[in-house]
């Protein structure tokens, strides 16, 4: 199944919604200019409506020499994809450009599982932080899935997350970008989509790209707030849609074996 993260929420009613659709991992954001930041109180009362939260286990072990960074990717996925089936949804919370320290003192204090790096962090940041870690990559216009893999650095962040290169934004703007060379990405290693996702066309986007899982903000709003009917209609749409891509294999494999 596609990994569903609903982001940015900011009330009760939005954490209620992500849970009862059946969302794997809710985004909290502390980044500083962010209209969607919560403060560390304000996520600590939020996550009192999730189930009990324990100590996030560690997700990969360092590859020996030698290894594709695919391998890598595959085995950190895998162990998300094991605590998800422990409990769900699992906790994230977004920085960017923040101290590792701070990072680290939120993520203590809030109960965080996951930690997501959205700024301009080099990969090897992803060690100072004492939780797994989302690496967000933003794909430029000129962009290939070449030049996203070059910068990608195995051993560093547990995830990586493709989403939309827009000047002067850190992402959650609701723009899409070239989904070829999403896929691309997505052919090589495990990754999330984001940029641009809506009720309307992640079917379209998870068909074409085949995500290990998609990223949703700003498509899930209205009036600049979380709607608990988009946020539904949104899960709902990932769900079909893996239910048909999974028929369409089983179809597949009967004709190959007719």
Avoid: Y
Wanted: neutral net charge; charged residues 25%.
């Amino acid at each position: 199944m596609t990994v569903i993260k609903i982001c940015g929420v900011t009330a009760p009613e939005h954490v209620d919604a992500a849970q009862q659709a059946g969302a794997d991992i809710i985004g909290l954001m502390f980044v500083e200019s962010s209209r969607r930041r919560v403060t560390v109180e304000r996520a600590r009362r939020l996550v009192e409506l999730l189930p009990v939260r324990h100590a996030p286990p560690l997700l990969a072990l360092p590859l020996p020499a030698g290894h594709l960074a695919a391998l890598w990717f595959e085995r950190c996925a895998a162990a998300l994809e094991g605590l998800l089936a422990e409990r769900r949804p699992l906790l994230a919370g977004v920085f960017a450009d923040q101290p590792p320290a701070l990072v680290n003192s939120i993520a203590d204090a809030v109960g965080l599982d996951l930690v997501q790096l959205s700024g301009h962090e080099r990969w090897e940041d992803s060690l100072r932080i004492r939780r797994p870690v989302v690496k967000a990559e933003r794909v430029g216009a000129n962009d290939t899935a070449t030049t996203v893999l070059d910068r990608v650095e195995a051993g560093t962040a547990s995830l990586l997350l493709l989403d939309a290169g827009v000047p002067g934004q850190l992402g959650g703007t609701g723009v899409a970008f070239d989904w070829e060379a999403g896929r691309g990405v997505a052919q090589a290693l495990p990754c999330m989509l984001a940029g641009g996702l809506s009720p309307e066309n992640v079917r379209h986007a998870i068909s074409h790209v085949r995500p290990w899982g998609v990223d949703v903000s700003s498509g899930v709003e209205s009036g600049g707030a979380k709607d608990p009917a988009k946020i539904r209609a949104f899960v709902a749409a990932v769900r079909a849609t893996d239910a048909s891509l999974a028929g369409a294999r089983v179809k597949r494999g009967k004709e190959e074996r007719a």
